[in-house]
Structures are given as C-alpha cells and as structure tokens.
C-alpha cells in the first residue's frame, strides 16, 4: 500500500518535462502524477499508465501532468485495457496556465466510476484550453461526464472526444468553458451508448460557442427531400 501520492517528478518552479509512472497494482492513499509543478514551472510531455487490469477502488485523482500557474502541454494518461479505477482522471491541469495537447486513452473493456478530463483548467486564470482529447475504447464505461477540454473563463478551443463503442452514463462535452468563448470542438461516436446528453461545445456564461461538432456514424439519417 501507498500511503501518499506518487509523482514522476514533482517541483516548486522548475520545469518538469518527460517523466513517467508505470502503474500495475497496489493501493494508494492520494493521488498519481506523471510530472507537477507546485508553482511556476512547465509541465509536458510526462506520462500515467495503468496496466492491464489494474484495480484502483480509492485515492484523489490521476493526472498526466499538473501544475499550479505554469502551461501544461502533451500529457498523457493511459487505462489498460479491462483496468478498473475508481478515482477521477485528467490529461493535464493548471490552475491558471495554458493547458494544450493532453490526452486520455482509456483502453478496451476499462471501467472508470469518476469523470474524465483531456485538460482542464481551474478558473483562476483566463488561459487558453485546445487541442485536448479523451479516447474511449470498446467495451470501456465511464461512470460520469466526459470532457475533452474545460476551462473556467479561459477560450476553449479544438478539443475532442472519440468513443468507440463504449458507454458513457453522463454527459459528453467536446469543449466547455465557464465564460471563454468555445470553438471548433468535437465529439465524435463511434458505436456505444451515451446515457446523458452530448455537447460538441457548452457554455455555462457569456461566452460565444461556434462551429462545435458532434458525429453519430451510427445515427446518421438523411429526410427525404
């Protein structure tokens, strides 16, 4: 058992750049890192990966890399394939930092109990969220929400879930921001179920949502003429 959280690296300002933790059993106490910042530094490029059939029933979250007021820019968590975790997920996170470029693959047959999140942005700042994305393979079921890329009064900007035949009981949002303007996001469904509703972009204030996409390959229907 691991009593506290697990870091690749973890520092004050510097920047933190192409760690990565290898995850395949055991209990934890808190969170999982690929690569933090506690301040000012840089976070890209590190990576989470679960084994294939790992059990995670407790902890905080698992993140790809966060930092507190730094740009957090490539990273990755990756879900074996028929891992079950119980605690929440996220590509990348800052507090006020840009968050560009982070992903989550949740593998085939996976279960995941809590939201899921490409990156995301905390709303302290107005930064930038784009370019996030969240893969959800065949037979996967995510418990909660799913969003590619969120940001609190940051613009919100060409993020994109794919599911591929899985099953998502919550709502799916390509791109959604507090109060930035929300553009050129998509959600793509490949098969499967989505028992909520499905957002190519959303906006919860002022902000201006446009040219948001959704895709069902296995909806498509064309009115007669």
Same mark, same amino acid.
């Given at each position: ?10 520092? =004050? ?5 192409? =760690? !990565? ?11 999982? /890192? ?33 930092? /507190? ?22 590509? @990348? ?25 490409? @990156? ?62 929300? !553009?050129? =996001? ?36 064309? +009115? +007669?003429?």
């Amino acid at each position: 058992a691991i009593g506290i959280s697990i870091y690749g690296v973890d520092s =004050n300002n510097s920047d933190v750049t192409g =760690n !990565k933790v290898i995850f395949n059993g055991g209990t934890i106490g808190r969170h999982i /890192y690929g690569g933090s910042s506690n301040g000012t530094g840089a976070v890209r490029d590190n990576t989470v990966e679960i084994g294939t059939g790992v059990r995670i029933d407790n902890g905080g979250y698992i993140y790809g890399g966060n930092t /507190y007021s730094g740009a957090v820019t490539g990273n990755t968590v990756i879900i074996g394939n028929g891992a079950t975790i119980g605690i929440g997920i996220y590509g @990348g996170t800052s507090n006020s930092g840009a968050v560009t470029d982070n992903k989550v693959i949740i593998g085939n047959n996976a279960t995941v109990t809590r939201a899921v999140y490409g @990156g995301d942005e905390m709303s302290i700042g107005r930064s930038v969220v784009s370019g996030n994305t969240v893969e959800i393979g065949s037979g996967a079921v995510i418990g909660s929400s799913v969003f590619g890329g969120r940001s609190g009064s940051g613009d919100n900007i060409g993020n994109a879930v794919t599911l591929n035949a899985g099953t998502v009981n919550g709502d799916i949002y390509g791109g959604y921001a507090g109060s930035g303007t929300v !553009k050129g =996001n998509t959600v793509a469904i490949n098969g499967g179920t989505v028992n909520g509703d499905v957002f190519g972009g959303y906006s919860t204030g002022t902000g201006v949502t446009n040219f948001n996409f959704s895709s069902f390959d296995q909806y498509l229907f064309f +009115p +007669p003429f």
